[in-house]
T-cell receptor
Framework: GIQVEQSPPDLILQEGANSTLRCNFS?????LQWFHQNPWGQLINLFY???GTKQNGRLSATTVATERYSLLYISSSQTTDSGVYFC????????FGAGTRLTVKP | DSGVTQTPKHLITATGQRVTLRCSPR?????VYWYQQSLDQGLQFLIQ???????AKGNILERFSAQQFPDLHSELNLSSLELGDSALYFC????????????FGPGTRLTVL
């Protein structure tokens, strides 16, 4: 099955800083999603982005399907952005990366 | 709120027991997916049903089984439970049978003692 790798595994930021999270996948996909898992364990949909670029407030994402990677940008980070960010790719069944644990300090 | 509901939220049971987890998909979604999130294995796809039929199978143990009912809700049955089955179990749903955006429920946290 498809392999999904995320980097960095951990990220610590000061409030107000910007960050870029990366997701590499090993094969062509028909679905690529970014999720935020909050401290209560909920998986919140951020982007459904098999290709192209999308923006939602302070967050944006870009997927370059031909080069098999996706990027999640977080600008002007807030403490509420803390948690684990997962990338998941699907070409037959959904495979998740190991996640990036983001800590935003006040 | 994703629109996907799961019950119960928490479940504590003993080794060797059997439990049933329930999921109701978003209105209009025909696909239901089950996932397991454990500390050592991360988030793993278990199984997918589309409109009542099994569509795809992942790393689901033989002790586990699932079904999707005519009203599209789904149940995941876990039997002969072991300590290692302790995990967060998620259900997700989507409109399509493959490739569409999936929306996740709040999860059921299973603790096997």
């Amino acid at each position: 099955g498809i392999q999904v790798e995320q980097s960095p595994p951990d990220l610590i930021l000061q409030e107000g800083a910007n960050s870029t999270l990366r997701c590499n996948f090993s094969d062509s996909v028909n679905n690529l999603q970014w999720f935020h898992q909050n401290p209560w364990g909920q998986l919140i949909n951020l982007f459904y982005i098999p290709s192209g670029t999308k923006q939602n407030g302070r967050l944006s994402a870009t997927t370059v399907a031909t080069e098999r990677y996706s990027l999640l940008y977080i600008s002007s980070s807030q403490t509420t952005d803390s948690g684990v960010y997962f990338c998941a790719a699907n070409n037959n069944d959904m495979r998740f990366g190991a996640g990036t644990r983001l800590t935003v300090k006040p | 709120d994703s629109g996907v509901t799961q019950t119960p939220k928490h479940l504590i049971t003993a080794t060797g027991q059997r439990v049933t987890l329930r999921c109701s998909p978003r209105s209009g979604d025909l696909s239901v997916y089950w996932y397991q999130q454990s500390l050592d294995q991360g988030l793993q796809f278990l199984i997918q049903y589309y409109n009542g039929e099994e569509r795809a199978k992942g790393n689901i143990l033989e002790r586990f089984s699932a079904q999707q009912f005519p009203d599209l809700h789904s149940e995941l049955n876990l039997s002969s439970l072991e300590l290692g089955d302790s995990a967060l179990y998620f259900c997700a749903s989507s409109r399509e049978s493959g490739g569409g955006e999936q929306f996740f429920g709040p999860g059921t946290r299973l603790t096997v003692l």
